[in-house]
Antibody, heavy 118, light 108 residues
Framework: QVQLQESGPGLVKPSQTLSLTCTVS??????????WSWIRQHPGKGLEWIGYIYYSGSTSYNPSLKSRVTISLDTSENQFSLKLSSVTATDTAVYYCARERHGGFDYWGQGTLVTVSS | EIVMTQSPATLSVSPGERATLSCRAS??????LAWYQQKPGQAPRLLIYAASTRATGIPARFSGSGSGTEFTLTISSLQSEDFAVYYCQHYNNWPPMYTFGQGTKLEI
């Protein structure tokens, strides 16, 4: 059974960089059938796709966040990571990592709340 | 950029009844559409992809239909565990982009 688990600080100061890691178990992140995404959900709101990475290292980002986002891969640890720079209070959200196939996200992490506050 | 609009915002239905949720795309999205169920404090759960294909383990009472700009999720006979928020999501092949609707809350 594939499982995804987010980890990282729950509190980030304004203007700093938010960093999260997603550890994948029960399957290899180098399986070319899947794309590995970050998605966030503002408190009480809907879902926003942040970006994805493919096993080859190719990435795609939401244009609204592209200038501040970097997603990277660590195949030795079966992990992928998110960095979001210059954060403000509007970046406070639950951040999910998820696996995508055929356009749908079939496995998700449990989500981690990141609060941006001084 | 495609905008996904779900209706209604809230749908009140009794257990055992049928629920029909709608999702409209601002431009044609072919059949690149997925549906999710989300319960409080949980991650979304994939129900349907490619507009009408049920994801693994999803009960047959969930069905999806539509193409182009109009999509529907139907739950044929509501069970107590089906009361949740439902999201539609479009995916664009190139450039890659995934866009969610604002959600429909299905309540008793």
């Amino acid at each position: 059974q594939v499982q995804l688990q987010e980890s990282g600080p729950g509190l980030v100061k304004p203007s700093q960089t938010l960093s999260l890691t997603c550890t994948v178990s029960g399957g290899s992140i180098t399986n070319g059938a899947y794309y590995w995404s970050w998605i966030r959900q503002h408190p009480g709101k809907g879902l926003e796709w942040i970006g994805y990475i493919y096993y080859s290292g190719s990435t795609s980002y939401n244009p609204s966040l592209k200038s501040r986002v970097t997603i990277s891969l660590d195949t030795s640890e079966n992990q992928f990571s998110l960095k979001l720079s210059s954060v403000t209070a509007t970046d406070t959200a639950v951040y999910y990592c998820a696996r995508e196939r055929h356009g749908g996200f079939d496995y998700w992490g449990q989500g981690t709340l990141v609060t941006v506050s001084s | 950029e495609i905008v996904m609009t779900q209706s209604p915002a809230t749908l009140s239905v009794s257990p055992g009844e049928r629920a029909t949720l709608s999702c409209r795309a601002s431009q044609s999205g072919s059949s690149n559409l997925a549906w999710y169920q989300q319960k409080p404090g949980q991650a979304p759960r994939l129900l349907i992809y490619a507009a009408s294909t049920r994801a693994t383990g999803i009960p047959a009472r969930f069905s999806g239909s539509g193409s182009g700009t109009e999509f529907t999720l139907t739950i044929s006979s509501l069970q107590s565990e089906d009361f949740a928020v439902y999201y539609c999501q479009h995916y664009n092949n190139w450039p890659p982009m995934y866009t969610f609707g604002q959600g429909t809350k299905l309540e008793i």
